[in-house]
């Protein structure tokens, strides 16, 4: 996994991945574990595993000697001369978590939600556990300090298969928080299955944002050779501290090599694949912004109309979701009855993912009529691509006349935003119209 | 809409579409209505709709004179002389309906199903109605004719989202029968909302076919001057007559011009775009075959291990499917209660659209416990791309001991699939082997 100088430097000592070596610098020594390397265009570090669990960053030109460590178990903690080299010490920043204030250097905040961007191989079970502290993830990826201060913390521990929108409320407070704190971006680390869920619901949540927020996740866990978690943390890091924007993101892959993170306005964003790195996408519209890895450029499209980073501007924390609404796959056969247990239950809400430009068989209009007296039902669609048209077609004109709501948005999207709504209005008609503003660039 | 040398043909004379016109050529005399043509490369016929209703080409090299027909409404029948040319007869054959046996003539059959591929604008309300019969449709696209011996018939007329499980059935056995009686091949024009649903349907009914049958839908309708529908289903006719394959198929433009038509496996396909005409995707495979509308080049992707045409291969139709299944998205904040509330009603099968590589929430674990002992529960991943992998993470393996049965298809095509199984085999166990065997290519 070490490739250029660093793989040089190794086969020439004869040194392989996780053997125990001892390292010497110009300023000091290092025992521990090496550990592997991320796929990172960075061939110019070794990363060693200490004692203490820590990971350290060597330059290697500053490397005088490395060899197998023949000591065996007893590992001895590192010792470091005193002169240390700029090198090394950049690289351990951070690592002892805690905000380190800097007069003239940005400050971030991460988040760690769980989910795979946390978690490591379980060697017992042979599949992955959330495991890894924010801190434990911070360390492991020392090129983070070189782009800002961080304050790394655990706000929860999940897959986030298992989050709720009670969760998503924990996240908006906590990320509130931090930006009211006066940091210059946070960054959620957060499982992919429901990230784009995520995402939406904060981007409703924490209107008006002086600062980005950036969720970000990984598709193969931090340990794993194929890795994407420590390119996908910094980008999403690049972004936070330098990009001239606020709101809401995702930084992911861009695509299946490791040169660009793409980053992807929150409310317009989709996991499109089960497992390859470029996974989630902009949906009808280009990514916010592309961060080149190599160079550390970030590429905004300024076509979008991304609002800019503005440390006066107050955000609008608001973070309750009513999680009485459905999300509904319109099917061939499906049954309406699944409306009425729905309208039985007390449901607020119903976003009815439907075919084509927004339909659903001519058989549900009973059960449609009977729920729009006691919730808002509205009309997405399954295709995901394209813009909803209810007015083209007979049936669409049908729903729209028995009261359903055309939301010309993600269905992912369209169901956090109408939990959000039915949390923060008074009334039905209250929440209908806020339904159909815009808040956070979710309309297509 | 003309192009080339119609166009310049039309221009010189000033005669626009829309506009009476007497023609005359070498053989015969034509009055009616200049008609629009479709995104077609031929320029070489110009479409003059009779008083009959009928629609005729007229090969412009034989064109004598053209004229505005100043006799107003009184249009006259068309008056053909004896020594009819090939060029106006050929675009004429089927008009009448019926089928037009040739020894040395391909025959294909076409069933008319609705949707807006036998569509036209209703001026009175401004949208679109199913209204077209076959033959109407057959009419205004000559080129058909040109193709293969043309049998055409309504099956029925309905929008695509108001189409059942019930629906499926007819279609099979409909078809069934086409093939059964020799037909070369048999077009399935249909609405494009829930075409992949009856394809995949049609690929589990229709086994072992001995020739092609592929569905055909257009995105905007037939007397639209955009319309997709003629260039689609001259796509749909040169793959069914020449095109060495068998099984069902789904025929819709490749992209965004006119140039190309994709020809995709009836289980590997999904509507992901509302409007566009290119909405139709092979998912995580390669379209079957490319249809050059200009070459008329049939380009099969001779990896993907397509059935070749076989016409001493005895299909196995089995029309039946039991509508109690039901596809259920999983999302944030799902009510298990749903799955409570389909145990009760007796389903038999439940699809779930889980999240990435095919997970659902602890939250849910219970309900699908209580639902293995009455029904077959199936996992997908609403990420549409991808391989299903519920090995990799606890939740995965926590499901799978569970009993839930791993498909990895399509979730349309897993709804499909499981309600056919659940109607032809006599035990969930036998039910359960079956969707766990590739019948129609339907595996990632």
Redesign the interface.
């Known amino acids: 996994m070490y490739t250029g100088r660093a793989y040089r430097l190794l086969e020439s000592h004869g040194i392989r991945v996780g053997e125990r070596v001892v390292v010497r610098t110009s300023t000091g020594e290092h025992r521990g574990i090496l550990m592997p390397r991320y796929e990172l265009a960075d061939d110019r570090h070794l990363v060693i595993k200490l004692k203490s669990g820590y990971n350290v960053g060597v330059g290697i030109e500053r490397i005088v000697s490395i060899a197998r460590d023949e000591e065996g178990e007893g590992v001895e903690e590192e010792r470091i001369g005193k002169g240390r080299g700029i090198d090394e010490q950049s690289l351990r920043v951070g690592v002892g978590g805690g905000v380190h204030h800097g007069k003239d250097r940005v400050r971030l905040a991460m988040i760690s939600t769980g989910g795979t961007i946390a978690s490591r191989i379980d060697y017992r ?1 042979g ?3 959330a495991a890894l502290t924010a801190d434990e993830l911070y360390s492991i990826v020392p090129e983070l300090s070189s782009i800002a201060y961080m304050d790394a913390e655990v706000l929860m521990q999940e ?7 009670m ?2 409320s924990m996240m908006a407070e906590r990320v509130g928080e931090k930006v009211l704190q006066g940091y210059d971006g946070v960054i959620v680390a957060h499982g ?3 990230m784009h ?2 995402s939406s619901a904060l981007s409703f949540a924490l209107q008006n944002l002086p600062v980005p927020v950036v969720l970000v996740g990984a598709q193969r866990s931090s340990d794993r050779p194929s890795s994407d978690a420590a390119t996908n943390l910094i980008g999403a890091a690049l972004f936070a501290a330098n990009a001239d924007a606020a709101g809401v993101f995702v930084a992911m892959h861009n695509d299946r090599s490791d040169g660009r993170i793409a980053v992807h306005v929150g409310t317009r964003v989709r ?6 790195r470029d ?1 989630f996408r902009s949906i009808d519209m280009e990514p916010a912004a592309l961060v080149d890895l190599n160079t550390r450029e970030i590429k905004m499209d300024s076509n979008l109309g991304i609002m800019g980073r503005d440390t006066s501007r107050r955000p609008l924390i608001r973070s309750r ?1 009513d ?1 009485r ?11 309406p ?2 409306i009425g ?1 729905l309208i039985g ?1 007390g449901y607020r809400g119903l976003v009815l ?11 549900c209009f009973n059960a449609i009529r009977d729920a729009v007296d006691s919730m808002l039902v509205c009309m997405t ?1 399954q ?7 209810m ?5 669409g ?1 049908d729903l729209l006349r028995i009261g359903v709501i055309p939301l010309d948005t993600l269905p ?1 999207t369209a ?1 956090t935003k109408t ?1 959000w709504v039915l949390a923060n209005s008074t009334s039905l008609d209250e929440a209908r119209s806020m339904l159909l503003s815009e808040m956070a660039m979710e309309f297509k």
């Open positions: 079970t599949g992955v556990k897959y986030s298969e298992n989050l709720t929108p969760h998503w992919t299955d429901t869920y995520t996991k499109n694949h089960t497992s390859s996974a979701f999680g609404v459905a999300l509904i796959k319109f099917h061939p056969g499906f049954d009855g699944i247990y239950k993912e439907g075919t084509g430009l927004g339909h659903v068989s001519k058989g669609s295709c995901i691509w394209g813009r909803l048209r007015t083209v077609y007979e049936t004109r992912e169901l939990m």
